[in-house]
């Protein structure tokens, strides 16, 4: 692998901020259903798990976090974030807690195509990240999503095959559980801290590596200190520094500390232990400013860790 290094800051963020107050979805969108496969396909050096903060929504196309962190770095990073997505959604992606699928008549039929009876988790949606070539039951085919349901195709026509109710379908994965893997992931079902942490760990324990970030969550300027939301988080944060104490990486509180003191708005939201207004793209999701943020945090960490 070719030597890595951390680039200037100050460059990176006048790049950025002339772009900053953009909207929209940086990545990991579009049709669940149709299109080349959305497997990570190798090449890179870092892999981003995670949902609409990994994706970029809230700043423009090449501003998500883990844009930035590859023009901080000389890092190959590969967006896996997927708008809307659950951890036990992103979890079935990356491979470690795959999806769970029950086909009717327990079965692959001899054409090979199956529409999917039942399932733990939908890995793909309408929102991404797009069809998923895997395994199932020893079978190597494809997963999409289809007019709201998981649809099967094996790569090859043949005898029918037997499949339990509930067999896994472990996504083709290429190299990157030997990466560095960047976790962001249980904004949307932080009301759910057990799973989460369930989650996340299967996540870590299916890596080949120790090289892996977990991002603190972040509360929306609808949950400031003090509401139920609010709380929720913070402890679901207390409980991922706790359980990774070496490799968890605070950006919530980085983006409310970088509040601009002369924006009145800014001095309220840090008031309220809430990311600042200047740095979101909406009520809960940073902008283009907001992410060159998380980027510059999590190339930091990974220059103090030795890993660029």
Request: charge should be negative.
């Amino acid at each position: 692998m070719r030597p890595r290094s951390l680039r200037p800051l100050a460059a990176l963020l006048v790049l950025v901020c002339s772009g900053c107050g953009g909207g929209g979805s940086g990545g990991g969108g579009g049709d669940g259903g149709s299109g080349a496969p959305a497997n990570y396909p190798g090449g890179a050096d870092a892999i981003a798990w995670g949902d609409s903060w990994t994706s970029g929504v809230g700043a423009g196309p090449g501003q998500s976090f883990p844009s930035q962190l590859a023009g901080l770095t000389t890092l190959q990073v590969f967006n896996a974030g997927v708008s809307g997505q659950t951890s036990p959604q992103i979890a079935a992606r990356q491979g470690g807690e795959p999806a769970l699928l029950t086909l009717p008549d327990d079965a692959i039929p001899r054409s090979g195509h199956v529409l999917i009876e039942d399932q733990s988790d939908f890995p793909i949606t309408s929102d991404g990240p797009g069809p998923l070539t895997g395994t199932l039951m020893g079978v190597h085919g494809t997963l999409r999503f289809s007019n709201g349901n998981l649809v099967f195709d094996s790569d090859d026509e043949g005898d029918r095959v037997t499949v339990p109710a509930d067999s896994p379908f472990s996504p083709d994965i290429a190299d990157s559980q030997s990466l560095i893997n960047v976790f962001w992931i249980g904004g949307n079902n932080s009301n759910q801290p057990a799973t989460v942490l369930s989650d996340l760990a299967a996540c870590v324990a299916f890596l080949s590596s120790d090289q892996f970030v977990v991002l603190s969550l972040l509360n929306p300027s609808t949950a400031p200190a003090g509401s139920n939301l609010y709380t929720e988080i913070i402890s679901l944060n207390d409980a991922l520094a706790a359980s990774y104490p070496d490799n968890y990486l605070d950006v919530r509180t980085a983006l409310v500390d970088a509040f601009d003191p002369m924006i009145p708005q800014d001095v309220v939201d840090h008031a309220a232990d809430v990311p600042p207004s200047s740095l979101r793209g909406d009520d809960q999701h940073p902008n283009a400013g907001g992410y060159a943020v998380v980027a510059a945090e999590v190339a930091s960490f990974l220059a103090a860790k030795g890993w660029l």
